[in-house]
Every structure is written in C-alpha cells, then in structure tokens.
C-alpha cells in the first residue's frame, strides 16, 4: 500500500489560504496568522484578489498566479464563493481542502444546495473535503495550524477528533493550562466528506499518535464509523466523549450538526463493541487517554488499595462502589505475610491501611507482598504527606517495583510536599493523580479497555452453528403481509417467523366468534388464555384485550364478549380481527423476561434483553447490544441487567436452562442478520425456567428493505462472512480448506510468515522481515469484513490447523477499487492453491461491488506475473518505481 489518501491533508508541504486577510478579528486573518507564527515547515500562499500583500506576504489573486503545487487549500471565504473555489482547486491538481467557511445545510436548504455542490465538485476531481463549518486542523509536529484558534497547541501522541469547533478550542485551552499535547487537532464541522471513519482509518496507521480522543454528538455514516472505530481501537487506545446523553441534549446536538443522534445506551453498546472506552466529562477524556498511553493493562477488575490514612483509603473505596468494581479479597497467604512485616495495629483487611507512619520500605513490602496475590488485578497506593511521611523517598522506593503484569497506580494527595514525590512517578511513567476518586476512575478505564477489547475480538457469524432456520419460510411470511398493505404481523404470523428460526412458541389460533372461542377451548383443553388479536394495539393488556386462566367452556364464551366489548370502549379506534387463543402455561418456576429487536436510526438492528411482563416500561430494566452474537457476547448481554440475577436458583425455584435462554438470544441475532426487514420485534414475555424457554406473546413489525449486493449493508458490525468457507482437495489428495481470517488466528499467521523463505518474504512485504510486529499482526488477522478481506488457505493435521496460503485485498477510497497481496507456503508452491485463493478473492470483491483489482509486483517476481496473466490481469509498468510492475484487472 502506497501512503494514505489523507496523507497530504495531515502533512502538507504547501498550503493555500483563501480569503487570507489583514483584517483584525476575520477568520482569514486568524488562519493565516496561525500558519505563519505556527512555524509551519512547507510554503504557506495567500490567496486574495483584493489585496497584493496581506500580513507582509505577497499575496495571489489565484491558484494559477502561484505556479508552484499546492497540497491542501483551506477556505475561508463566504459559503456561496466555495463551489467554484473547489473546483478551480481541482481543476489545480490539488487533492484536500479544509472549508471552515460557515453557511451550509446548518442555515436551510439553500446552504444544503451549495454544500451538495460541493462535495460533487470534490468528488469529480477525487478531492477530499474536511468541514465545512469547521475549526480547522492542527499538526504541531510540523507546525500546521489551519485553525482559527487563539493559538497553537503544543506537541504531543493525543489526537484529539471533535465535530464541535467551540469545544476544540476550550479543550486547547484547557489543555495548554495542564501540559497536555496533540499529536493532531482535527475539527469535523458538517462532515460533507470527510467523517470519522476517514479520519480514524488515517490516524490508526500515523505513527505520531499514540492514543485517540472523539468528541462525538452525532454519526452520519454508522457502517463507516464502526469500521474506523474498530480498526483505530484494535492498535491505539481510543476514548470517545459522546455528548446527548439524555433526550434534551440528544435533540440540541442533532441541530448543531446535522447528524443522526441514537438513543444513549444504544451508541454506549457500540462503543463497548469496537473496543473504545468511553468518557463523561473532558477532564475524563485527558485522564483516561494518559492512563491508557502507559504500557500497562489490567487482566482483572480486582482492586486493592495500600494507604497510609484510612480517610483516602474510605473515598477510594466508595468510588470504587460507584462504578460497581470489587475490592480483591486478599488470600490467607496475603494476609499471613502481611501480618509479619505489618505494625500489629494495620486495618487487616483491604483497604490495607498501613498506619500514618509508614515508611518507603513498609510501602515496598506491602506493595510486594500484594503484587503476588493471585486475585489481585491492580494496585492503588494513596499517602498523605502526615509528620512522618517521606513521599519522594516512598515514590523512589515503587520505581524498582513497577511490572507490566499488574497496574501500579498512585495518588500523593497534597500539593507543596508530595511535588517531588509526584515527579519522581512521572518520570518513571508511573501514573499518578491527585485525589483517590480520579485514581480509582483510572483503574476503571483499565478495566474498561480490557472487557471491550475483548468484545472486539469477538466476530460471531451470522448464523449459528446449530439447526439451520428456515429463512426463505419467514421472509415469504413478511412479504405476504407487505403485499396485502400490512406492516404489523398478527400474534401467529409472528409466531411462525419465530419458529422459522426454531425459537419455541406457545401454540395459538384466532378465533372470530364466541363458538369458534368455544370449540377451540374444547380442542386444546382448559385453563386457556384469551388476547385480542388487532394491527393497532401493542399493549393488549392497557386496552383490557388480555384473559387469563379460563377454566370451563361457559366462561370462555362470557370472557370473548366481555373482551370484545372493553376493548372496542377503551380504544374505538382500532382494528379488530378476533380473539387469540392459546393454552395456560404452567410454569410455577418460571421468570418472565423480555427478548427484542429494535431498529436505531443510527446502528441499525438493535438487540435488547430485560424483565418482562407488563410492567416491563415501569421496571426499565434493559440492556442492549449490536448483532451478530455469539454466546459470549450473549452473556455479557444478560450480565448486564437486574433481572439476571433471578436467573440463578434462589428461595424455592431452581436455575433457569441458562442454555435455552442464550440459544434465543442467537436465534434473534439470526433474525437480525437475515431479514432486514424486520424493523421491531418483542418476544414479551418469554418465559424460562428449569425446563428452558418458551415465547409466549411476540409483534414484529415490517417494512420493505432495498437489498444490495451486500447482504449485511443493514448492520453496523458486519458479520464474519460464513459463507465464504469453502473445502477444496489438492491434486495429492490433501484436503483443504479456504475460508476469511478470524483474530485467533493470530498464532498460526504467524507461523506461516515466520517459516515463509527470505525470497518469498521480499516478494511479499518488499522489505527484509523475520516475523511480523504485533502491530501487523494485529491488522493482518483482526480485520473489518466490510473493507478488507483476507482468505486463508488451511490444512488439518492431527487435530490442528496449519496456514498454507493467504490472500488479501483492501478498499480504495473511492470505493469501487482494491488493492490485492498474496503470499503461498513455500513448500506448498505449484500445487494450484494461488489460482483457487485468487479466483476466490476475485469472486468475493466483486459480490462487494468492486470493479478494479490492482496491485505492485516486484518485476523479478516471475511466478506471480504468470499468476495474474493466467488471471486476466493487464501490466503496466510502475511509473514511480523501475523494479515494480503495475497489474490491473477490470472486474
């Protein structure tokens, strides 16, 4: 791969301003200014008709006027100048603009004309935009400031990423006030192009930045946030501050930037899964992005915390309540060690209060003693600068004491005499903080970061592995019912789409009449359950549509017309179609729970879980997560509400069948994946007890979906792709099979790459290589499906699978292009297995929409340019490189 499309917008070597000017307090003023007392390293054009000099500086009438390349524009002029500046600046050659120029879609639909004309000037010369209606950009590495900011912000490894250009400079401020430095400032405003995915896809690979902050108020694109996200969050440590949180602000965040605004837990939930760990407040953002820049993660969520007052130890402790972690139960060998070096009057429990006159060896001691203890995970240690203390002698002491297998976090509470002590821990990268509360937040990210990176590496098919469903029967259901103008499936239509996906159901039937009511009773035998059966009512219990446990025939008849009565008083309004009937469930031990599919404006599919029944709005207990699933993302699901700890035995009932409840929950996630056209589903309530699951009332309502050539276009976490695994036999009878990349096949890519020979190594990565580096290991087999893909080709022996081949392709900025690499095992050479995997490849990009594959191939590489010509592939040379061929095929 070549250098990244937004390469030139991050690292310009000439900059053009328009609308530079010398007039105190505009915007052009400001840019330029900045540009020039920014130290910028490359040529810096003002370009203005008005003027033949603006701050000193010749200034240019236009781009041609220059006769040098310019690599980025930045635009400052009125909003109705912009589209013709975009394309003189394509027509230029010029490849990025940044447009801070206010005026677009966020004034009405006349801005929105002129922002659309942008971006289709843009795009018609493959320029990108950033902005408009934005701050600008910052890289103080190279003194660009394209902002219109008081100042420069001053070096760093922080890549801060907002859509609010007044937060940008508050945060600036803020920052330059608490030493903190940036490694990029990136104002989004509108996102008309440029959006977080592109920006994240370009700071993941930038080696100045270490870690990633998001100031988010809304999403334009989820497919292409969740697929920047993910990427960016498996290599660096990204924190997202995601502002909205409650309705009001939800609403007043999606007028300020015209973006899409989802419900809180929901966009919470996606977070979890791309592996990001989220902030509340700013002053979180910089605490928990320096926390997660040091080389140190937590394997656990167990806390013990070693002071020298029992106050501090106290306000760690509740904090540590507050975010619900638990304090380490210190083992009886702990304890027996503590007790022996320990002054008799120590607190003897955790917090391990070691008495106001502690010494640098007592911390020591206490600090290794716990940093054996199994079921420890971290390490707080609070001193107070008491009579006795020694906080630079006690920081020293910790230096030698630092490990990378448990965190070791500090607090010198204090300011004048803990400075030297909170010095010393800085620069042996020990982190530290002021007060016990911001201390315990941090350990808190750590945990934070080691649970969602987990989640991340999740990447659950589509379907289960378990009995197939019957999907083409369900969708012909759903069509039946669009086709007759219905968008609400009846309680037994929806039933069946349920048991299309084997989910148990209890049997029902509609009846139309109090003898049909009757005859039906008789049928299926008594207690029964009566609902009224109607498109326009949801909650059939609010309407009186609801009897339950009718035990004889003459009450059966009473209850259908008494119900029919209420219903048609309480909501006259509504469609009636008979009576739903169905058996009593006898479920004595039974929990009733609430098992749905929502459609987010933002992510798409949403599954939730909680406590159902009728008072399931009252009781709000719920959480919710992105398909597809597997059962650990299930039970990180259920873990995460009230209602799953009656799962368990307690009183007199028994556990659940934990199992069946799960293979619901995967059997939804199937629904979510495979038709799209079911935008709501409730399984209310489904029951669960000893014996399984069974649903017992469920709704799902429908709309058309225009399908694609992408099947999972509707999802926001793209699915692994299943149905690429294929199994092939080599000429010698050796089976084999190709099938896309997972993350846990980190062991066996490397393997493959470490035993590859030197020559074919070069061919491959062009580069002298003895194995890959976790970096790209971790791009190589941790992919996004939906943007790349990579096939390998395996063999089994003995029960273990062995990496023979792989190839691969990425996704071109303009979408309809990729780049293809392939590399075959040595001593699997000449067997056929480069002309499956490359003609499995070919097939897979072009069911994505691809109509290009590309690639650089060493001119000496003489197999592989037999490969391709076999292929079809074109060759070219490569104009920038004499060693390397060019290879095209038109797909």
């Known amino acids: 791969m070549g250098k990244h499309y937004l390469n030139k917008l991050f690292e310009p070597d000439a900059v053009a301003v328009f609308g530079a000017s010398d007039r105190e307090g505009a915007v052009g003023n400001l840019v330029f200014k900045n540009m020039i007392e920014g130290g910028f390293k490359g040529d810096v054009f003002p370009v203005n008709p008005k003027h033949k000099k603006v701050q000193g500086r010749k200034a240019f009438p236009d781009l041609k006027s220059i006769g040098k390349p310019v690599d980025l524009a930045v635009i400052t002029t009125p909003a109705a100048t912009v589209p013709g500046i975009i394309d003189a600046c394509g027509n230029y050659g010029i490849k990025d603009a940044v447009v801070i120029s206010a005026g677009f879609r966020e004034v009405g639909p006349q801005g929105l004309k002129l922002e659309r004309a942008v971006v289709e000037n843009a795009h018609r010369y493959d320029m ?112 997202a501050l995601k502002v909205g949180r409650h309705a009001t602000g939800s609403k007043a965040a999606m007028s300020h930037t015209g973006a899409l605004v989802g419900s809180d837990d929901v966009f919470d939930s996606a977070l979890r899964r791309a592996g990001v760990v989220r902030g509340i407040r700013i002053a979180n953002l910089f605490s928990a992005a320096g926390t997660l820049t040091y080389p140190i993660r937590a394997a656990g969520e167990r806390l013990v915390i070693i002071t020298n007052g029992g106050g501090p130890g106290v306000m760690a402790t509740d904090r540590l309540a507050d975010l619900e972690l638990p304090l380490a139960e210190l083992s009886e060998a702990t304890m027996k060690r503590l007790n022996e070096v320990l002054p008799a009057t120590w607190s003897k429990g955790n917090p391990i209060d070691i008495i106001g006159d502690a010494t640098p060896e007592r911390y020591t001691q206490t600090v290794e003693i716990c940093m054996k203890d199994s079921g420890v995970d971290g390490l707080l240690v609070l001193l107070t600068p008491q009579a006795m203390t020694d906080p630079a002698g006690v920081a020293q002491s910790l230096v030698g004491l630092k490990t990378k297998k448990k965190p070791l976090l500090t607090c010198w509470m204090g300011e004048i005499q803990v400075a030297e002590g909170r010095r010393i821990l800085r620069n042996a990268d020990i982190p530290t903080f002021n007060t016990p509360e911001t201390a315990v937040d941090a350990f808190s990210y750590l945990v934070n970061y080691n649970r969602n990176q987990k989640l991340l590496l999740e990447t659950p098919g589509p379907m289960s592995r378990d009995k197939a469903p019957d999907v083409e029967g369900a969708r012909l259901i759903i069509e039946s019912v669009l086709g007759e103008g219905r968008k609400v499936l009846s309680e037994a239509e929806s039933k069946a789409v349920l048991h299309a996906f084997r989910i ?37 219990s609010d309407a009186g549509g ?46 009733e729970l609430l098992v749905g599919l929502v459609t987010d404006p933002v992510f798409g599919p949403v599954i939730t879980f909680g406590a159902g029944g009728t008072a399931v709005e009252v009781m709000g207990d719920r959480a919710v997560t992105l398909p597809p699933l597997n059962r650990r993302l299930v039970r990180d699901l259920i873990s995460r509400t009230r209602v799953s700890k009656l799962l368990d035995a307690f009183r007199h009932m028994p556990a659940v069948d934990i199992e069946s409840l799960e293979q619901v929950l995967l059997r939804v996630s199937e629904i979510a994946c495979e038709l799209p056209q079911v935008k709501e589903l409730d399984i209310n309530p489904l029951i669960v007890d000893e014996t399984g699951a069974i649903a017992v009332d469920a709704r799902i309502v429908v709309d058309y979906h225009i399908q694609t050539a992408d099947r999972y276009s509707h999802m926001a976490i793209y699915p692994y792709p299943a149905h690429l695994v294929t199994r092939r036999q080599l000429p010698n009878g050796t089976d084999m099979v190709i099938r896309p990349i997972r993350p846990e096949d980190a062991e066996i890519e490397q393997d493959f790459v470490r035993n590859l020979s030197e020559q074919t190594k070069y061919f491959r990565f062009m580069q002298s290589l003895t194995e890959l580096s ?118």
């Open 128 to 239: 990108r935009v950033m902005g408009p209606n934005c701050l600008g950009l910052m890289r103080p590495s190279t003194g660009l400031n394209c902002t219109f900011n008081k100042g420069n912000a001053n070096e760093g490894s922080i890549a801060l990423v907002s859509q609010s250009g007044a937060l940008c400079t508050a945060i600036l401020d803020w920052a330059a006030a608490n030493d903190i430095g940036f490694s990029a400032v990136v104002s989004t405003g509108i996102s008309a192009d440029i959006d977080f995915g592109d920006i994240l896809d370009y700071l993941v690979t930038d080696p100045k930045t270490k870690s990633i902050l998001l100031y988010i108020e809304g999403i334009h694109d989820a497919l292409s946030f969740m697929s920047g996200l993910r990427a960016a969050a498996r290599i660096k440590p990204v924190i």
């Open 774 to 891: 976790p970096q790209m290991l971790t791009s190589f087999t941790q992919i996004d499906y939906n943007r790349e893909m990579a096939l390998i080709a395996v063999v089994e022996k003995d029960g273990k699978e062995t990496e023979i081949g792989v190839a691969r392709y990425i996704i071109n900025p303009d979408g309809k292009s990729c780049e293809f690499a392939i590399v075959i095992s040595d001593q699997w050479q000449r067997q056929g297995i480069a002309h499956q995997l490359m003609r499995h490849l070919i097939d897979t990009a072009r069911s994505h929409g691809m109509q290009t594959m590309e690639g650089d191939v060493l001119r000496n590489n003489n197999e592989m340019l037999r490969l391709v010509t076999k292929l079809g592939f074109s060759i070219s040379s490569n104009r920038s490189d004499a060693d390397m061929e060019h290879v095209v095929l038109r797909m």
């Open 504 to 540: 148990p159901t209890a049997s029902a039937s509609i009846v139309r009449s109090p003898n049909e009511a009757l005859v039906q009773a008789e049928t299926i035998g008594f207690p029964i359950a009566f609902k009224i059966n109607s498109p326009d009512i949801t909650h059939k």
């Open 546 to 591: 609801v009897r339950l446990g009718i035990s004889n025939a003459r009450a059966a008849r009473s209850a259908y017309n008494e119900m029919l009565e209420e219903v048609k008083k309480n909501r006259p309004e509504a469609r009636l179609d008979g009576v739903t009937i169905e058996p009593m469930l006898q479920r004595p031990n039974g929990r």
